[in-house]
């Protein structure tokens, strides 16, 4: 199933026919090595589906949790009955690592498969039971009754947390960090396979969130450092060749919104501004860094935008420098947005999670717009000639939302 988007003229195409399929979280690998597949869950396990021909298999069969597709080998790494598992996509081998630590989770494998990282909770530490899946670890509408209470309580309980990796030859395990902070969202950089992006979880006006550590337990790193009170910055993603974290930065919460970067090598740091409309809930990179693209929000958000519910592509401008040339000053650049899909039928209670396909002519999100949910991909370029577009389904009539 594929259409033109009436308010936009950008081709959308439906890659899953599963009913509750979804791609990963928007910043986890979901991409094979060969550049054209795209790895997603259903009720029945995990398959792949080529964005182009739309050609799926299913890999892997029953309840597991996907956690990554690897970047050199053609796997999927997944969590079954508290162990983890990869296979290998074409041949169907399979092959269990090893054992999760109690109370543990994985979250991440690195660039070169040889290491995962995860956290578990040390000794009987029990977290509140109305904790929302951990990210990548579903997809569905149903939220905690009060997500913020759960989030504040959470971070004040001040549990005692492992971060540890598990070698993927051996499944040994070893633990590189202890902290009474809620250690969350880790992420191994695409390029070096020894540095981790993490996260210090809980209410983000609270937390100092991003950081990185080396496999081994050294270098720990804070990747930014708040200047106002009510500043928040998050939902954190890494950069083309893993020198750059990306990150959601608003000063103060709700009111002025960027696009926020830091150069690892250099300390530079670059801030994109963006309108209130154009906000997203999550953010992501093309791999040639010329890009960038967002999954929007609806007045529920807090950005508060009257019109945000569209899938956006954002081009960035630097403003050129001519006054004081001081590389500890923020070098700053405006994100100019095109709109790529009118998501005003989807229900912003399942986050889209936008990711750019390898060659960038595609954005996959996924969606409840049809209803259930299933994985998209609009094109970054014109839709095809009229005369051979598909007219969008019939319960997504052609319409037209002004912005604000």
Same mark, same amino acid.
């Given at each position: 199933?594929?259409?033109?988007?009436?308010?936009?003229?950008?081709?959308?195409?439906?890659?899953?026919?599963?009913?509750?399929?979804?791609?990963?979280?928007?910043?986890?690998?979901?991409?094979?090595?060969?550049?054209?597949?795209?790895?997603?869950?259903?009720?029945? =396990?995990?398959?792949?589906?080529?964005?182009?021909?739309?050609?799926?298999?299913?890999?892997?069969?029953?309840?597991?949790?996907?956690?990554?597709?690897?970047?050199?080998?053609?796997? &999927?790494?997944?969590?079954?009955?508290?162990?983890?598992?990869?296979?290998?996509?074409?041949?169907?081998?399979?092959?269990?690592?090893?054992?999760?630590?109690?109370?543990?989770?994985?979250?991440?494998?690195?660039?070169?498969?040889?290491?995962?990282?995860?956290?578990?909770?040390?000794?009987?530490?029990?977290?509140?039971?109305?904790?929302?899946?951990?990210?990548?670890?579903?997809?569905?509408?149903?939220?905690?009754?009060? #997500?913020?209470?759960?989030?504040?309580?959470?971070?004040?309980?001040?549990?005692?947390?492992?971060?540890?990796?598990?070698?993927?030859?051996?499944?040994?395990?070893? &633990?590189?960090?202890?902290?009474?902070?809620?250690?969350?969202?880790?992420?191994?950089?695409?390029?070096?396979?020894?540095?981790?992006? @993490?996260?210090?979880?809980?209410?983000?006006? #609270?937390?100092?969130?991003?950081?990185?550590?080396?496999?081994?337990?050294?270098?720990?790193? #804070?990747?930014?450092?708040?200047?106002?009170?009510?500043?928040? @910055?998050?939902?954190?993603?890494? =950069?083309?060749?893993?020198?750059?974290?990306?990150?959601?930065?608003?000063? *103060?919460?709700?009111?002025?919104?960027?696009?926020?970067?830091?150069?690892?090598?250099?300390?530079?740091?670059?801030?994109?501004?963006?309108?209130?409309?154009?906000?997203?809930?999550?953010?992501?990179?093309?791999?040639?860094?010329?890009?960038?693209?967002?999954?929007?929000?609806? *007045?529920?958000?807090?950005?508060?935008?009257?019109?945000?519910?569209?899938?956006?592509?954002?081009?960035?401008?630097?403003?050129?420098?001519?006054?004081?040339?001081? *590389?500890?000053?923020?070098?700053?650049?405006?994100?100019?947005?095109? #709109?790529?899909?009118?998501?005003?039928?989807?229900?912003?209670?399942?986050?889209?999670?936008?990711? @750019?396909?390898?060659?960038?002519?595609?954005?996959?999100?996924?969606?409840?717009?049809?209803?259930?949910?299933?994985?998209?991909? &609009?094109?970054?370029?014109?839709? $095809? *000639?009229?005369?051979?577009?598909?007219?969008? $389904?019939?319960?997504? $009539?052609?319409?037209? &939302?002004?912005?604000?």
């Amino acid at each position: 199933m594929e259409w033109v988007d009436p308010d936009t003229g950008h081709l959308v195409r439906r890659l899953t026919d599963e009913p509750g399929s979804a791609s990963l979280y928007f910043n986890q690998n979901g991409y094979l090595p060969d550049g054209r597949r795209l790895v997603y869950t259903t009720p029945a =396990g995990i398959s792949v589906v080529n964005w182009e021909t739309r050609q799926a298999k299913r890999v892997v069969e029953g309840r597991v949790r996907l956690v990554e597709a690897g970047r050199k080998h053609p796997r &999927v790494y997944y969590i079954r009955e508290g162990a983890l598992y990869w296979t290998h996509v074409d041949t169907g081998e399979t092959r269990r690592v090893g054992a999760l630590p109690p109370r543990g989770s994985i979250a991440t494998i690195n660039a070169d498969e040889t290491l995962a990282a995860g956290t578990f909770l040390e000794g009987g530490a029990q977290a509140p039971a109305a904790q929302a899946p951990a990210a990548g670890q579903g997809h569905s509408l149903e939220q905690p009754r009060n #997500k913020g209470q759960m989030m504040e309580e959470r971070w004040a309980a001040r549990l005692p947390m492992a971060m540890f990796t598990m070698d993927i030859s051996s499944g040994e395990v070893r &633990v590189i960090h202890r902290s009474r902070d809620w250690l969350n969202h880790l992420l191994f950089s695409p390029a070096d396979p020894s540095l981790l992006m @993490f996260c210090h979880e809980g209410p983000w006006h #609270k937390v100092d969130r991003i950081w990185t550590i080396r496999a081994d337990g050294s270098g720990l790193r #804070k990747i930014h450092t708040r200047t106002m009170q009510m500043e928040i @910055f998050g939902h954190e993603f890494w =950069g083309p060749g893993g020198r750059t974290i990306w990150y959601d930065l608003q000063t *103060p919460r709700g009111e002025v919104f960027w696009l926020a970067g830091l150069d690892l090598e250099t300390g530079e740091r670059t801030w994109f501004h963006l309108e209130r409309n154009e906000w997203s809930i999550h953010f992501n990179v093309s791999r040639d860094g010329s890009l960038f693209c967002g999954d929007g929000g609806d *007045p529920g958000q807090v950005a508060r935008a009257p019109d945000g519910r569209w899938i956006y592509l954002f081009r960035p401008e630097r403003i050129p420098n001519r006054g004081v040339e001081d *590389p500890s000053l923020v070098r700053p650049g405006v994100l100019r947005a095109e #709109k790529l899909v009118n998501m005003a039928r989807h229900d912003y209670r399942l986050e889209p999670n936008v990711s @750019f396909t390898p060659d960038a002519k595609w954005v996959v999100f996924r969606s409840n717009l049809l209803g259930p949910t299933y994985v998209f991909a &609009v094109s970054t370029g014109p839709a $095809p *000639p009229a005369s051979t577009a598909q007219q969008p $389904p019939e319960h997504l $009539p052609q319409r037209r &939302v002004v912005a604000q």
